[in-house]
């Protein structure tokens, strides 16, 4: 039985007071975006009452007081998962951005026509499309790692994958849409025998798992902060240093650049090569609590709870008739997805809406994963350490009423 305090987590969770259509607010759509605790909210409320400045350029207190905080949340992300130096860790709008970021200036940097980029095939949409715009102004070749029936990836046909003409690997650590949680660092170990860089998107398992980019040994990982309980609006690239010294910078603007002269330009050293203009300053520091939230329950406890979520979840759907779960890798994380005989995702996730429940409902930006189950989309209830059996019983009894329904 869990000693997993989850009560005391939910009374830090405002939102989780809420009632929907009269009922509690049961929450089941955290693959999508986490809640916030009151000391992430509490944390953006004093920013922007007693401190909000401009970072880096002033000498004023309040930019003194506001750039020594936004700093103070880029060492926390680099001890949260890791990193060697807190110059590795660039600021981002998020994970989406992360990934364009390598595509836009690794990519053009280094791959030209009839190179190759590797991913899976239970890629987000965020891991696809950016390189598949790269791929056309390039000429470089788009491949993919198949996976079985199971949600899992094929992982005899790798080698074969990995050529002298992959110049990236970019793979999920965990997928959004099926839950699969891949072994990432034995992924990461094949490419580089073969000196070919990877790339994680860790946006699904960084609030679910604890990450060591220096265990791994990847060359880039890329997150959102609003799936960590941080607010939305920031996100992070974490990059060996040696990779982004090398690259080109993406944007343009202040605070990226030493010295700008009409005829050229002096850029700053790392990280700030890559944050041009005015960052989300507020949010940034925020980020920094929600870390400062969830070691202090620590990344094991919520991983053993989640798990045993999940474990709880998946029993009690296979045991409803007509309940198709899609994806049962072994190794998951606490993502549930599934289709009903005769009901469309969408009327599942509309009539458990009437009941107060929160969950998912289409293709999750993967749709060549619904493709390749030959399912239009799939209903989708991920769970987070702020949910319980007892809101999951909830849950399959309002799924059992639904089939009654529809007989």
């Given amino acids: 039985m869990s000693t997993f305090p989850v009560e005391q987590i939910r009374a830090d969770f405002p939102i989780l007071a809420e009632r929907i259509r009269n009922k509690p607010l049961i929450y089941f759509d955290n693959a999508a975006t986490c809640h916030k605790p009151q000391a992430v909210i509490d944390s953006l409320v004093h920013v922007y009452s007693h401190e909000y400045a401009n970072v880096h350029r002033g000498v004023h207190t309040l930019s003194q007081r506001t750039s020594e905080k936004f700093e103070l949340a880029r060492e926390k992300v680099q001890h949260f998962i890791n990193a060697a130096s807190d110059k590795e860790i660039i600021f981002v709008r998020g994970a989406t951005e992360a990934i364009n970021l390598v595509a836009q200036t690794f990519g053009k940097a280094n791959f030209k026509a009839g190179d190759e980029i590797l991913i899976s095939a239970m890629e987000h949409h965020a891991n696809i499309v950016p390189w598949q715009m790269l791929c056309q102004e390039t000429g470089a070749i788009l491949k993919v790692l198949p996976m079985d029936h199971q949600g899992e990836l094929i992982l005899a046909e790798l080698d074969a994958l990995l050529t002298d003409k992959t110049k990236l690997f970019a793979i999920t650590q965990m ?38 980019v220096q265990d791994l040994e990847c060359d880039f990982l890329v997150f959102s902060g609003h799936k960590l309980y941080a607010p939305s609006g920031i996100g992070v690239l974490y990059g060996k240093q040696k990779i982004l010294e090398a690259m080109p910078p993406y944007q343009g603007g202040g605070d990226m650049i030493r010295k700008v002269t009409f005829t050229e330009t002096d850029y700053n050293s790392l990280p700030y090569k890559f944050e041009a203009g005015t960052p989300s300053i507020a949010d940034t520091i925020a980020l920094g609590t929600a870390i400062d939230y969830i070691q202090h329950i620590g990344m094991a406890n919520i991983a053993a709870y989640e798990a045993e979520l999940l474990e709880y979840a998946t029993e009690q759907a296979q045991a409803i008739n007509g309940l198709r779960i899609i994806g049962t890798a072994k190794e998951k994380g606490a993502i549930l997805s599934f289709t009903l005989d005769r009901i469309h995702p969408h009327d599942i996730g509309t009539m458990l809406d009437s ?29 987070a350490m702020y949910n319980t059996k007892a809101e999951i019983d909830v849950l399959m009894q309002g799924i059992q009423s639904l089939i009654e329904v529809f007989g």
Avoid at 358 to 379: L, N, Q, S
Wanted: hydrophobic letters at 50%; proline letters at 7%.
């Fill in 175 to 212: 997928s959004n849409a099926l839950g699969t949680v891949n072994p990432v660092k034995q992924l990461i170990a094949q490419a580089h025998a073969k000196n070919i860089p990877v790339l994680v998107d860790a946006a699904q398992s960084t609030p679910h798992m604890l990450i060591d």
């Fill in 355 to 383: 009941l107060g429940i929160a969950i998912r409902a289409g293709h999750h930006c993967a749709m060549p994963v619904m493709d390749f189950f030959e399912v239009p989309a799939t209903a989708r209830a991920s769970f």
